[in-house]
């Protein structure tokens, strides 16, 4: 069954239960669908798309903030048979022409919020139609069509069209190593697989609501929900600044039983309950009871932490890839407290192993390359042959992650075999912040790393060499740091410069190793 059909499912079956919720407390707002308001909407998409030309195979720009309307756009795109492009909220003008050029969509649909990037990329020349979403009159005026105009003139009736298990579903640009982000295509199998492996995982359990604080555009949330999906459950969007405070809130006042937290909100919460400024007294958390934690190593001090202020509830880790369609190819599992630190074992239909430089098995308890094989993964890298044969042989996705495997096969991760950076869950390319700090005027070379982080897992550094008459002072230290706050994202921002020569070796590349030793032993 492709996922869509899955929602059309819970229309019928379930046709007054509560689908989604969407929270903007800033605003005041609450709003919630049920499952036949959802599939109905989902109807209504899906045919204005086909009125308006969208094909099956067709690529669609999905560019959206989080919302019941993201998901319910994303359904409707993929039921028309096309592949749904769903983007980073973070992504600038220039990532945003690079994934247009690579995908070459016919439809795009897009928040407000980005016009000003869109613009600011050249438009959309190459696309036949762009709906807009939250807009108003001067922003439609630009050739964009209002979507919620568009789609109040489209029938409800169920849009037909064979769509095959093996059909890709939707094109995931993610983060490499290079700074040009990764085109992958995930099939409707990947997808089917997804909504099934957390229930096998006891994760998701009938009558669970799951709380969504997560971005939706990664294989993370949108994941973790699809078990909800299958189920037929409620999920809560919280549409919102994302605090401890605002955590417990969707909690209590939505009666959230299970929710994904980063790493940097789980430090936020533990700091705030320990110092007295959020206390779990003032919440009826009572039916609470599963957090997950994944997207970059947790510290096991923290997850200590956590189970001695929440001794009740269930955690799970787990470790994913997008070209593995997200979480729980490797999953800890609720009933392994004691290996807290591990990433666990294979998950439900995946199967995985430690390998050499030559793809050859490690023995127990030694260093190895993490390769999976399974039902989650990738078809492959879009229009990129080359590199996905380097990255799928006879089956196994090669994941460049090191990991140890103990004596009663679990996982720990060591560390990544590439230079990308993991930021508050956040992957962060290496040479592109190189390519952008390089730009300073007193910059001569430049170097970016990560460092060891308790709060965010890792952060940026940039070991920079400045200009000869240019002095290594805290002036100029002041004057770096203002220029990345101009011209970086947060996440992408370097936190500590080094002053120092940039290691690099005979052939003039940047010896990434040497100074991950040299600055963090």
């Not at 592109?432 to 897992?457: A, S």
Request: hydrophobic share 40%; aromatic share 10%; glycine share 8%.
């Amino acid at each position: 069954m492709d996922i869509s059909e899955m929602v059309a499912r819970n229309g019928r079956m379930y046709p007054s239960r509560v689908a989604l919720v969407e929270r903007v407390p800033s605003k005041k707002l609450r709003v919630q669908v049920t499952w036949k308001e959802f599939d109905e909407r989902v109807n209504r998409i899906a045919n204005a798309l086909r009125d308006r030309g969208v094909e099956k195979g067709d690529m669609v720009v999905h560019w959206m903030m989080n919302s019941k309307t993201w998901l319910e756009a994303y359904f409707g795109i993929i039921r028309t048979g096309a592949i749904v492009v769903p983007l980073n909220f973070r992504f600038s003008d220039k990532d945003f022409k690079y994934c247009v050029d690579v995908a070459k969509p016919k439809t795009a649909i897009v928040d407000a919020e980005f016009v000003g990037r869109v613009r600011a990329s050249g438009g959309l020349p190459s696309i036949e139609n762009t709906y807009l979403v939250n807009g108003g009159p001067v922003t439609v005026a630009d050739g964009m069509e209002d979507f919620e105009a568009v789609i109040a003139r489209s029938p409800s009736d169920p849009c037909r069209v064979s769509i095959e298990p093996r059909d890709p579903c939707g094109l995931y640009f993610t983060s490499g190593t290079t700074g040009l982000a990764k085109p992958i295509l995930l099939t409707h199998y990947n997808m089917e697989h997804a909504a099934i492996i957390e229930v096998v995982h006891k994760l998701r359990e009938p009558g669970d609501t799951l709380a969504i604080v997560k971005p939706l555009y990664h294989t993370g949330d949108f994941i973790h929900w699809l078990s909800s999906l299958i189920l037929g459950e409620r999920a809560v969007i919280q549409s919102d600044k994302i605090t401890p405070r605002a955590i417990f809130e969707v909690m209590e006042k939505e009666e959230c039983t299970v929710v994904m937290l980063l790493v940097p909100w789980l430090q936020d919460i533990l700091t705030e309950l320990e110092r007295g400024t959020l206390k779990k007294e003032d919440y009826d958390l009572s039916r609470w009871r599963l957090v997950m934690f994944g997207a970059q190593s947790v510290p096991p001090n923290l997850v200590t932490k956590w189970r001695w202020h929440f001794p009740d509830m269930l955690f799970e880790e787990n470790y994913g890839l997008t070209e593995g369609t997200g979480p729980q190819s490797l999953h800890l599992g609720i009933e392994n407290p004691h290996k807290v630190g591990s990433i666990g074992k294979p998950g439900f239909n995946w199967e995985a192993r430690l390998v050499d430089d030559f793809g050859k098995d490690v023995p127990q308890g030694e260093i190895g390359e993490i390769i999976l094989r399974g039902n989650g993964v990738m078809r492959g890298y879009y229009k990129n042959p080359e590199k996905t044969a380097e990255t799928i042989k006879d089956g196994w996705l090669y994941t460049g992650d090191l990991a140890k495997v103990d004596e009663d096969g679990f996982y720990w991760i060591v560390d990544r075999k590439k230079d990308l950076i993991i930021c508050g869950g956040e992957n962060v390319y290496p040479s592109e912040v190189e390519e952008i700090v390089q730009t300073h005027p007193k910059v001569q070379d430049v170097g970016v790393i990560g460092l060891p982080d308790d709060r965010l897992g890792e952060i940026v550094a940039a070991v920079i060499k400045v200009k000869p008459q240019v002095l290594e002072s805290g002036e100029t230290e002041k004057e770096l740091f203002q220029f990345f706050e101009q011209s970086l994202p947060r996440y992408k921002r370097p936190r500590r410069i080094f002053f120092d020569e940039v290691l690099r070796n005979p052939t003039g590349k940047i010896e990434k190793v040497k100074m991950r030793s040299k600055y963090i032993g």
